[in-house]
T-cell receptor
């Protein structure tokens, strides 16, 4: 496996379900991100982990709960979601904010297409 | 005012045309600028990464940054049907806070 992988690729869940999204990066990066992508909107940053520490939480509802057990893995735990949470959820990784020279380009996974019924 | 403005299109051009995609931004502290290509139902793929003002060329792609005007561009020469995708601009200061445009949908007609 190379780059950034995400599972599952598609997920349909009811509003009372609990599910988790998984992301794994094979790039040796130190920062990982969760984004939400909805039609005709910019990517919305949800969470950032830098060296396994959460550094950003952009006012995301508590029904989304991230977990970063190590610098290669990132999870997004979902519970009691709403239909408006249906979107493409993208994981990304980068060298991290302490990278030499400030270079910090992000590499994205293929995304999980989430539908909440 | 949005941090990053990008015309969503859609943009439709004939094969072989030169395509110009643009973004404007409001924060003069941005130093790093990126262009991503996103095919339908896929994640964004990094195309170009540039630092500060100037041009960067990679094959048929040229990225241009004009910090004085807060304006960035991506040019695609000899466009191909395989270039049909949504193109996202993105930028950041030093650190982990990235800002994205809404994306421009491009179709190259054979």
């Amino acid at each position: 496996e190379t780059g950034v992988t995400q599972t599952p690729r598609h997920l349909v869940m009811g509003m009372t379900n609990k599910k988790s999204l998984k992301c794994e990066q094979h790039l040796g990066h130190n920062a990982m991100y969760w984004y939400k992508q909805s039609a005709k909107k910019p990517l919305e940053l949800m969470f950032v982990y830098n060296f396994k520490e959460q550094t950003e939480n952009n006012s995301v509802p508590s029904r989304f709960s991230p977990e970063c057990p190590n610098s290669s893995h990132l999870f997004l735990h979902l519970h009691t979601l709403q239909p408006e949470d249906s979107a493409l959820y993208l994981c990304a990784s980068s060298q991290g904010s302490l990278s030499v020279g400030g270079r910090n380009e992000q590499f994205f996974g293929p995304g999980t297409r989430l539908t909440v019924l | 005012q949005k941090e990053v403005e990008q015309d969503p299109g859609p943009l439709s051009v004939p094969e072989g045309a030169i395509v110009s995609l643009n973004c404007t931004y409001s924060n003069s502290a941005f130093q790093y600028f990126m262009w991503y290509r996103q095919y339908s139902r896929k994640g964004p793929e990094l195309l170009m990464y540039t630092y500060s003002s100037g041009n960067k060329e990679d094959g048929r792609f040229t990225a241009q940054v004009d910090k004085s005007s807060k304006y960035i561009s991506l040019f695609i020469r000899d466009s191909q049907p395989s270039d049909s995708a949504t193109y996202l601009c993105a930028m950041h200061r030093a650190g982990n806070q990235f800002y994205f445009g809404t994306g421009t949908s491009l179709t190259v007609i054979p």
